[in-house]
């Protein structure tokens, strides 16, 4: 199979306004007077699998963003750059789904029409063998977060305190992701979550629930899911290295699809207080999942 490359970048000047305001909100942030700590991060994944589809896709998700964290709170920013062969799967509620463009037709239902499948299904899979390869480069969606930590704050989510630990998060993703939307919906996300973890020793467990209020395709209309996550985790030498196994999943995304679930096994080192660099392998369990993904990161705080 052959493949072709472009870069696709198209200018949205609303978008780059609320970045600027984001920016600023940021920096208004540090400047507040409550003491705190910049930090930036980075970091390259590497997605594959045929999802609902019959034909395969490869993403690569490059994503850069910068943190301020308070005694109690963070707020930060993150960047993505996407590389994808084909446009059948788009960002949405922090993760890839399939996105059903009008190019394919894909509704609710999980029915299919127009050039790609023509209308029928391989089993309970959308058909699109003839769907051309073709690498395209663009910008991804924005992702801005931020975190209250309620109880046990000064804990960081590779070394939590031995005291139970509660904070609140919240995302919101912005539709930035060029194209027509390829790399995205084409609308905003909203996530609110209840992050829990405790520490014994030389372990910690980690217990997550959110709901996620996704914003729909022009062909199919997204259930807003809750999603769960439970993981442990092993501290080594005094946590400078440490692993942890993750699961991870979410009630129904598209009808008559198994919405996504997925584990991951996660490796990081501590080089010292301001560096840390991590790997993690995560395996998907639904057709509404990647088969695999493979990443790699840092954090770095200034």
């Excluded at 750059?81 to 509704?107: C, E, K, W, Y």
């Excluded at 992702?143 to 046990?152: N, P």
């Amino acid at each position: 199979m052959v493949y072709l490359f472009k870069f696709r970048q198209e200018g949205r000047p609303l978008y780059e306004g609320l970045l600027s305001v984001m920016v600023v909100f940021l920096i208004s942030l540090s400047q507040s007077g409550v003491s705190g700590t910049w930090s930036i991060n980075g970091g390259v994944q590497y997605l594959k699998g045929d999802y609902i589809y019959t034909s395969s896709t490869s993403t690569y998700y490059l994503s850069s963003g910068i943190r301020y964290q308070s005694k109690r709170w963070n707020a930060g920013i993150s960047v993505p750059v996407i590389a994808q062969n084909n446009d059948l799967i788009s960002g949405s509620g922090g993760m890839f789904i399939p996105s059903g463009h009008t190019s394919r037709g894909l509704n609710a239902g999980g029915t299919v029409g127009g050039q790609h499948g023509g209308g029928m299904m391989g089993g309970n899979r959308v058909v699109t063998d003839d769907v051309v390869s073709q690498f395209e480069f663009g910008m991804g969606d924005v992702y801005l977060s931020g975190q209250y930590q309620l109880v046990g704050y000064g804990s960081s989510n590779l070394l939590p305190s031995s005291r139970p630990s509660v904070a609140i998060s919240a995302q919101i993703k912005f539709p930035t992701a060029s194209g027509t939307p390829d790399y995205g919906t084409g609308e905003f996300d909203y996530g609110i979550f209840v992050n829990l973890a405790k520490r014994w020793k030389n372990y910690a467990g980690f217990l997550d629930a959110g709901f996620w209020l996704l914003g729909d395709t022009p062909d199919i209309n997204y259930q807003n899911p809750f999603t769960y996550g439970i993981g442990i985790g092993r501290f080594f030498q005094d946590g400078r290295f440490s692993a942890l196994l993750y699961y991870q999943g979410y009630t129904t995304i598209l009808e008559n699809y198994d919405p996504p679930r997925q584990a991951s096994l996660g490796f990081y080192y501590r080089v010292n207080d301001q560096t840390i660099f991590s790997v993690s392998a995560m395996a998907g369990f639904s057709d509404t999942s990647p088969d695999f993904e493979l990443s790699a990161g840092f954090n770095l705080t200034l």
